[in-house]
């Protein structure tokens, strides 16, 4: 059955969820390939009875739709992906035959991570020991997104034979399986200790307790990253220890554990103004610096912060309770009035702190930090630089004074 294009494109959802019917009724190819461009019909109710068809058509329907999955568009391709998984296991064998090619793995593998068919996620299994290492990384990625703790032990052998890397740590905290919190607590002292935080934020209550006693161990080094993932959980039991966190005598837990609160505390962005307008100070100052010009760069040593944790505080007024360690990273090897930190952020001099002060300036605040130089030299007379100001909404057309 082949129907015209104006009978699958009618102005009238009714019509075509009708046509759909019909299309399912025949059970052609010409049918089944009108069927798989109604998966992302507009209407809701079309668009469900097209996938609810196509899996009722079972096998014949199968190829084309990887054909989709393979070589279509989105959102088509993703929407072809979910109908096979619906379908099974009709579906687990063609698919198996994609998982050891490089360019169709991923696709794949998210297919059968999301199966309907039981025993399809365990295929998948053999590949976390494939010689290509990139079909390793699609296949870790797939059980992540699969959320079955039947992953879990797998990617732990995974983990312990190629290593932490980022996409199997943080596999597990998609899985949220508790089983994987020894193994992550141990992550907190790697060079992965920032995803493994993440990923014990997200199993969230089974890892209070391994991280506040890995708060109490003196010999444990990185005891601000187990306050970060404490933050992530989020639960009342988890705010109610941040908050006894604020009186720590470690200076990084009592400080990483206020910011956390104060993110907690947030209600989101400033409202705008109750007028809706863009408004413009009459008696405004503005510092020009051009993009062109070439500074002395400066990035900040991730040792004891996490970077997100500097965009966190710098729209709070908490301020870290040490230097914060900076160092030289490109450009002119003597530094002037401006720095230009990571790329977004300035550092300032002694000279420009005592201007802005002097002339009363507002909006603004300064932290500490420790600037080394090209060759590790400490170079004094600098500060870190923050707006505290804040402003409501942008609004993209002519500014007016009001």
């Given at each position: ?8 494109k ?9 046509n ?14 009108a ?11 079309v ?6 068809s ?6 014949p ?33 063609p ?5 050891t ?10 297919v059968?991570s ?21 079909i ?19 990617i732990?052998?995974?983990?312990n034979q ?15 399986d ?12 790697g060079t992965?200790?920032w995803?493994?935080?993440?990923s014990l934020g ?15 161990q003196s010999e ?8 970060y ?8 039991k ?7 966190m ?19 505390e ?18 405004g ?9 070439q ?5 900040i ?7 997100p ?23 002119k ?20 702190n ?33 707006v505290?100001g ?13």
């Amino acid at each position: 059955m082949k129907l015209k294009d104006e009978e699958l494109k009618d102005s009238n959802w009714c019509n075509r969820r009708d046509n759909v019917e019909k299309l399912a009724r025949a059970g052609t190819p010409d049918s089944i390939v009108a069927l798989i461009q109604a998966l992302h019909d507009p209407n809701n109710e079309v668009a469900k009875l097209a996938e609810e068809s196509l899996v009722n058509i079972g096998t014949p329907a199968v190829q084309p739709l990887i054909a989709t999955l393979l070589d279509g568009e989105w959102p088509l391709a993703d929407l072809a992906g979910e109908t096979l998984a619906k379908m099974g296991d009709k579906a687990t064998k063609p698919l198996l035959q994609l998982l050891t090619i490089p360019r169709y793995t991923g696709r794949a593998a998210n297919v059968l991570s999301q199966s309907t068919d039981p025993e399809a996620l365990s295929l998948l299994f053999p590949l976390l020991k494939h010689q290509d290492s990139d079909i390793r990384e699609m296949v870790v990625r797939a059980l992540g997104i699969s959320g079955d703790k039947r992953a879990t032990h797998p990617i732990i052998s995974y983990i312990n034979q190629y290593g932490a890397f980022p996409t199997a740590i943080l596999a597990l905290g998609e899985i949220a399986d508790p089983q994987a919190v020894p193994l992550l607590m141990e992550e907190l002292k790697g060079t992965q200790r920032w995803f493994a935080a993440r990923s014990l934020g997200q199993i969230g209550e089974p890892a209070i307790e391994p991280l506040v006693e890995a708060l109490n161990q003196s010999e444990y080094n990185h005891q601000g990253v187990a306050v970060y993932a404490l933050g992530l959980i989020r639960t009342e039991k988890a705010r109610v220890l941040l908050t006894e966190m604020v009186k720590h005598p470690d200076r990084v837990i009592s400080w990483r554990a206020a910011m956390t609160l104060a993110e907690i505390e947030a209600k989101g962005t400033i409202p705008p103004h109750p007028s809706g307008r863009t408004r413009i100070l009459p008696d405004g100052f503005t510092l020009s610096l051009s993009p062109s010009s070439q500074y002395f760069y400066a990035s900040i040593v991730d040792e004891i912060l996490y970077l997100p944790d500097m965009n966190q505080f710098l729209r709070t007024s908490i301020k870290p309770p040490f230097p914060v360690p900076c160092r030289y990273s490109g450009g002119k090897t003597k530094p002037e009035d401006f720095i230009a930190l990571n790329a977004a952020r300035w550092i300032i001099s002694d000279r420009i702190n005592n201007i802005f002060r002097t002339m009363g300036f507002t909006g603004w605040d300064t932290y500490p930090l420790e600037l080394r130089g090209k060759n590790g030299e400490l170079i004094q007379g600098y500060h870190g630089l923050f707006v505290t100001g804040k402003i409501g909404a942008v609004v993209n057309r002519k500014n007016y004074l009001e």
